[in-house]
């Protein structure tokens, strides 16, 4: 097992080295330790998955593919720190020798983030959830699809004690379809189908999504497996059908073209 520590700061790394001397000095960073680069060249690092910031053509290519192999992704915010009782049996369940690649990320929020309010954006996991957890298998195979699969749902419900609750948080960009998913059959999914989603990812923000999306795509043209739902229309149409349940099959045609 291994323990990376990474970070973005904004600055010069003489200045960090200083500020984590007095702030964390068990890491004993050095400046030998630190990249200095731009902003811009800092995103190319971390698309690289912290290979080489030396091509920001990386930054610009659609179609190169950063893994090739198979992958889960689940995740969870902790409201307060994580305790060790928490630890340890997370550093239990990466022993399993049978898996390929385990990975649990741990990215602290904090400083401007907790200026923001969590309904300024339509992410809201800002001061409330100091800690985002990202729970990561890869593997190759397709044969060990279903072990590496239940490591991660197994890690995830072990934390359970350990993280945020009413509603527990994900991640947006860390899709998990374990959590629900829309009607693949074309049948609308209902506001209360799609809020188990919605208020993990969204939180109170979830409802304000709910109207913008009915106002600007009343008919769910633009969905995939978790998409916000448009549910206004929907109700209307079939309020407005309801009510035509007595025309005759002589007037339907200019009912359903009032519609």
Known sequence: MKASFFSLFLGEAAELVSLMAKAFPELELTKEDCLEMSWVESMAFSASVFVSAESLELLLDRTTQLSNGRYKIKSDYATEPIS??????IWERFKIEEL???????IPFGGKMNEISE???????????PIHI???ATWHRPDADSR????????????TPFVSKSPRAAYINNK????????????????????????????????RLVEVKTKADPFNFFRHEQSIPSVAPIRGIQAKMASYSDVSYETMPSAMQYL
């Open 84 to 89: 060790e009782t928490a630890l340890n049996g």
């Open 100 to 106: 390929e690649t385990l990975q649990l990320v741990l």
């Open 119 to 129: 309904t300024d954006t339509p992410n809201p996991h800002r001061a409330r959830h």
């Open 134 to 136: 990202g729970y990561y």
């Open 148 to 159: 590496h699969l239940e490591w991660t749902r197994e890690l995830h419900d072990y934390m």
């Open 176 to 207: 998990d379809l374990d959590i629900g998913r829309n009607n693949e059959d074309g049948i609308p999914t209902s506001y209360e189908e799609a809020s188990i989603w919605g208020h993990q990812y969204f939180g109170i923000n979830f409802e």
